[in-house]
């Protein structure tokens, strides 16, 4: 019989390894994509993860069950690292190069497997919806990271970004109208540049 | 149902949320006649599949296990850290009692402290007499020490002066404090009193608080000054009057004893 979060936290907070160790692996993924959804960054996806973590060993004692789950917490947690970090490295001047920035926004779990023209589709549509995600203002971002990519009902994401429901449900609204938008232009730039270069359709 | 209304569900119908299914056929309905409202969602159901594989990419991703490592050791060594402190920190029930005694000790200093200044406040002063309402006591004798009645008494005598005599201001001989001994009489030498006679008006005496009471000797002749009667013939002798003196020196009523 698996335990529930509530109990391996109990068992975190009475210094137990095992339940650390168990809590961490039932969580860390849905911690460690948000974060990567939000920032597009492998590395900061990685040290937010180890942040909410550490937050949770040291002050699980401020985890109050009758607020949300404790996933919606983790994920509030992480929620304020993230935008911390976004706003850090927003002032901070860039000096890696487009290339290896590339190479950083884009993991390879992102990548995904299948005929060469199937990906190549499904590529661009993945990479068109991540960069206009990426594109969006951070509390819309994360209201689409939350509904849309974790299918959080408005309720836990509510819980996790510490806001109203209704404030959930507007900010998704506007959020998928303005996403809606980014794809449709960039869909016409693709055409564009097809109508411009006919001979890359049949590289 | 209208545009606007098609607006405010297209998100919740593309991404199957809608949980009226009535509403969710007029939607239907109604994209089907306004070619508007039928893009707008295609755009939201393009949207919602585009999010859809986006998600299933990054399905599998999540946190090396460098950092499964970093966080297990930094766990250790909160817990190492917590058992220390957990040793050298007496437990709880101890510090409890700690900070009662604590708390306790510093109550009683407090209480000592406000008892030694409110005693401080009600001791005699060491100052000259001074003038009040016509009369001067003496400089004390260096001899000889004031009286001073028990605070309770004071208070009693404070409240006592309800004569209706009248203050004089004319300014007696100057009188010299030569008594220590305290009002009550003993059973050989019993002494006969006056009402206590206001020095100041009223509204003073009321207010006073806590003061002394001084014996003190005056020329006979003070005794007209308040309108009693005074034998000619002991003019030259002197007579014993205790004053009821404030804590700020001033002196607030008189008796006469014999």
């Known amino acids: 019989m698996t335990s529930s979060d509530l109990d391996l936290l109990r068992l975190v907070m009475a210094g137990d390894e095992a339940a650390f160790t168990a809590l961490y692996r039932r969580r860390q993924a849905g911690v460690y994509r948000f974060a990567l959804h939000m920032s597009g960054s492998q590395t900061i996806a990685e040290d937010v993860t180890q942040e909410v973590f550490i937050v949770l060993m040291r002050e699980a004692g401020r985890y109050d069950s009758n607020r949300g789950s404790l996933a919606a917490y983790l994920y509030g947690i992480a929620r304020n690292h993230v935008l911390r970090r976004i706003e850090q490295d927003r002032l901070l001047v860039q000096l890696a190069d487009s290339a290896e920035e590339g190479d950083a926004l884009t993991p390879a779990s992102m990548i995904t497997e299948g005929g060469p023209l199937d990906d190549l589709t499904r590529n661009e549509t993945v990479e068109a919806v991540r960069n206009s995600i990426l594109a969006l203002p951070p509390h819309y971002r994360e209201v689409i990271v939350l509904c849309d990519l974790h299918e959080m009902s408005y309720t836990e994401a509510a819980s996790a970004v510490g806001c109203a429901v209704g404030t959930v449900r507007s900010r998704l609204h506007r959020a998928r109208a303005l996403l809606v938008e980014k794809l449709r232009a960039a869909r016409d730039r693709n055409r564009a540049s097809e109508e411009a270069n006919p001979a890359r359709c049949f590289a | ?258």
């Open chain 2, 1 to 258: 149902m209208n545009c606007d209304d098609l607006e405010t569900v297209a998100s919740d119908l593309a991404r199957g949320q809608m949980v009226d299914a009535a509403l969710s056929e007029k939607a239907l309905t109604h994209t089907a006649s306004c070619a508007r409202c039928a893009t707008r969602l295609a755009d939201e159901r393009e949207l919602t599949e585009g999010l859809r594989q986006f998600a299933a990419a990054t399905a599998t991703g999540e946190a090396p296990p460098r950092v499964e490592a970093s966080l297990i050791e930094v766990f250790r060594r909160e817990r190492t850290k917590a058992v220390a402190s957990a040793a050298t920190t007496p437990p709880l029930q101890t510090r409890r009692w700690l900070y009662l005694a604590i708390g306790a000790a510093a109550v009683v200093a407090i209480v000592i402290f406000l008892s030694l200044s409110a005693r401080r406040t009600s001791e005699p002063q060491p100052q000259a007499p001074q003038k009040a309402g016509g009369t001067v006591p003496a400089q004390p004798d260096s001899t000889q020490q004031p009286a001073v009645a028990p605070a309770s008494q004071e208070k009693k005598i404070a409240n006592h002066h309800a004569t209706k005599r009248s203050v004089r201001t004319t300014e007696p001989k100057r009188p010299t404090v030569v008594a220590v001994d305290r009002v009550e009489p003993t059973a050989g030498d019993v002494e006969i009193a006056t009402d206590f006679i206001p020095l100041m008006n009223r509204e003073s005496l009321t207010q006073l608080d806590s003061g002394q009471v001084v014996r003190v000797e005056l020329p006979r002749s003070a005794l007209m000054s308040f309108g009693l009667p005074m034998n000619m013939e002991r003019a030259n002798e002197r007579v014993k009057a205790d004053v009821v003196v404030g804590n700020d020196g001033l002196a607030r009523a008189i008796r006469f004893v014999r």
